[in-house]
């Protein structure tokens, strides 16, 4: 309704929302199955969330899939883990661009093993159109490095502000804010996830882990951040706001 809009324009933008998916291996180890099927199972529901995202209201999705500090692991789940984001980007282009799903990802491209970041390319190209959802896809990513670099390409660039430099940091001019953040797997932490996008992203924390993750669990998700009251310093529920002149 046109009303409610206008009331409540926060929530009737299209969001966005980060998902830190943990919870792969303890999943796997606890039901006698090698970590890497939990690493399967894992994708199995970045299909069901990806797909379920738009109809829930969410415009922009950043999925934490690799951290910068995953590569201390063991070798062999590294190089498995690597392995499946290489069978993602080669089979799952077709479903992205029938559901209008652009994708990008973000973090480091220079450390991935051959191949696979000419096919990120190649993905980011194929997919650019989609305009349902913006998905965004965490790779060797670390928040810390993103600001660390941003900082270095202003360096001498005359004072910014915050607006320009996100900018710098996201590479995406006009990226909105995280809105929220949801952990799965009871581990309460960010792990050096979307730091400064997430400044004011309300915090959802779940016992359950990544690969039985469900739609159902996304709006639950939803629906709490819904029901709370985001000041942003304010003292009524409102958008980041412009500080007045005295
Ligand atoms: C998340 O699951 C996937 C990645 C970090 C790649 P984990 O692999 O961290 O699963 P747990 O935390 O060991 O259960
Ligand atoms: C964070 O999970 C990274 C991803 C989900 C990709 P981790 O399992 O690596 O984080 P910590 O080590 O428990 O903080
Ligand atoms: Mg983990």
């Known amino acids: 309704m046109q009303s ?132 965004r896809i965490a790779i060797d990513y670390s928040a810390r490095d993103a600001i660390l670099n941003a900082a270095a390409r202003a360096a001498g660039a005359g004072p910014l502000d915050r607006e320009a430099f996100a900018d710098l940091i996201t590479g995406e001019p006009g990226l909105r804010d995280v809105d929220l953040i949801i952990r799965t797997s009871g581990e309460k932490r960010l792990s050096d996830f979307l730091l400064w996008e997430g400044a004011y992203a309300e915090l959802h924390f779940t016992e359950r882990m990544w690969p039985e993750f469900e739609a159902d669990d996304l709006a639950d998700a939803l629906a709490s951040f819904h029901r709370r009251e985001r000041r942003f310093g304010g003292l009524t529920a409102s958008a980041p706001a412009e500080v007045p002149t005295f």
């Open 4 to 135: 409610n809009v206008a009331l409540k324009p926060i929530a009737a933008a299209r969001l966005h929302v980060g998902i830190i998916m943990d919870g792969n291996g303890r999943w796997a180890t606890r039901r006698g199955l090698s970590r890497l099927r939990g690493h399967e199972a894992g994708v199995e529901a970045i299909r069901r969330i990806v797909e379920a995202a738009p109809d829930q209201g969410v415009g922009t999705l950043t999925l934490y899939a690799f951290s910068s500090d995953n590569w201390r692991r063991p070798k062999a789940e590294v190089t498995a883990l690597m392995g499946l984001l290489r069978f993602y980007l080669a089979n799952e282009i077709a479903a992205l661009v029938r559901n209008g799903v652009r994708l990008t990802v973000i973090g480091r491209r220079d450390r991935l093993p051959d191949g696979i970041a000419a096919a990120i390319t190649r993905a980011e190209a194929e997919t650019a159109d989609g305009a349902t959802l913006h998905l």
